[in-house]
């Protein structure tokens, strides 16, 4: 369908632009002096997923900024001066190097990586740089209960919430099953200002305030909050080793990828001495 738009809108053109080459078969668009824009190469350009009437339109805009492009380069290389051309042309053949081995690395990676990074592999790393992850603000364990008013009996709750006894937790668990509106029993560790967000009541300080509080009751027109505290971590602690799986996991990952193409560099190299692929000449 392209090709068919791209033919269209070429057929249209003979007829107004006499810069396109009228040989067809050639396939030329356009041309500039010895620069000639083909068919082929107004087919890339053109991106996949639009309609025929936005074809047509890019196809129309990009043959004439092709066009500016190349009448504003011919007046460049008439009067830019033969060094400053010179650099431009290292530039763009180093450019040319620099792109083709960023492609063939991208092929090598997406071909050979072991993406797969284990849980033990997570913590092994974690263990071993722990100071590198510090907190910025305050994590928290907390059993979070909230409670409809109505309820004659939530009184148990401030009971259980800070009870050790196992019996008690469970009875608070099966309590919150029946009852709550929303509750959390505390096993994972969460930002102290995200859960503070769900109780009526505003702390300024979260550290001074985790250092000499446990326990946190609030309401509001319908609802009873409870929070008790199981620990907590200030800011500049050693962050929870869940709040950075993602960001080891990346840290492996690109560790791997450095070292594929540390080694793919230096297996080419060492190869290429063996069959004297090179010579260096020092004077």
């Known amino acids: 369908m392209k090709n068919l738009i791209i033919i269209l809108l070429i057929t249209t053109l003979f007829s107004c632009n006499s810069f396109i080459n009228r040989d067809v078969d050639n396939k030329i668009v356009a041309q500039v002096g010895s620069n000639k824009l083909?068919?082929?190469?107004?087919?890339?350009?053109?991106?996949?997923?639009?309609?025929?009437?936005?074809?047509?339109?890019?196809?129309?805009?990009?043959?004439?900024?092709?066009?500016?492009?190349?009448?504003?380069?011919?007046?460049?290389?008439?009067?830019?001066?033969?060094?400053?051309?010179?650099?431009?042309?290292?530039?763009?053949?180093?450019?040319?190097?620099?792109?083709?081995?960023?492609?063939?690395?991208?092929?090598?990676?997406?071909?050979?990586?072991?993406?797969?990074?284990?849980?033990?592999q997570i913590i092994d790393?974690?263990?071993?740089?722990?100071?590198?992850?510090?907190?910025?603000?305050c994590v928290v364990k907390a059993i979070y209960v909230q409670l409809p008013k109505s309820l004659y009996d939530r009184y148990k709750v401030r009971q259980w919430i800070r009870?050790?006894?196992?019996?008690?937790?469970?009875?608070?668990?099966?309590?919150?099953?029946?009852?709550?509106?929303?509750?959390?029993?505390?096993?994972?560790?969460?930002?102290f200002n995200r859960i503070m967000s769900n109780v009526p009541r505003k702390i300024t300080d979260g550290s001074r305030f985790l250092k000499y509080n446990k326990y946190i009751e609030a309401t509001d027109s319908l609802y009873t909050y409870y929070l008790y505290f199981l620990d907590y971590k200030l800011p500049n602690d050693t962050t929870p080793v869940v709040f950075v799986e993602d960001k080891i996991k990346d840290i492996i990952l690109n560790h791997r990828k450095v070292k594929l193409i540390d080694d793919?560099?230096?297996?080419?190299?060492n190869d290429a001495v063996d069959q004297k692929k090179f010579i260096i000449h020092t004077n």
């Open 163 to 191: 009870s050790k006894k196992e019996e008690d937790i469970i009875s608070l668990e099966d309590y919150c099953y029946q009852n709550a509106r929303n509750f959390n029993m505390g096993e994972n560790w969460q930002y």
């Open 125 to 137: 790393y974690y263990k071993k740089h722990a100071d590198n992850f510090r907190l910025d603000s």
């Open 38 to 120: 083909t068919l082929s190469q107004l087919e890339m350009a053109i991106p996949e997923n639009i309609n025929d009437i936005d074809s047509i339109s890019f196809a129309q805009n990009y043959i004439e900024k092709w066009v500016r492009d190349h009448l504003l380069l011919e007046k460049a290389e008439i009067n830019l001066d033969k060094k400053t051309q010179q650099s431009i042309e290292v530039m763009i053949d180093n450019y040319r190097t620099s792109l083709l081995l960023f492609k063939y690395q991208q092929m090598i990676i997406r071909q050979k990586l072991d993406t797969v990074v284990t849980e033990k």
């Open 264 to 269: 793919l560099e230096n297996n080419i190299y």
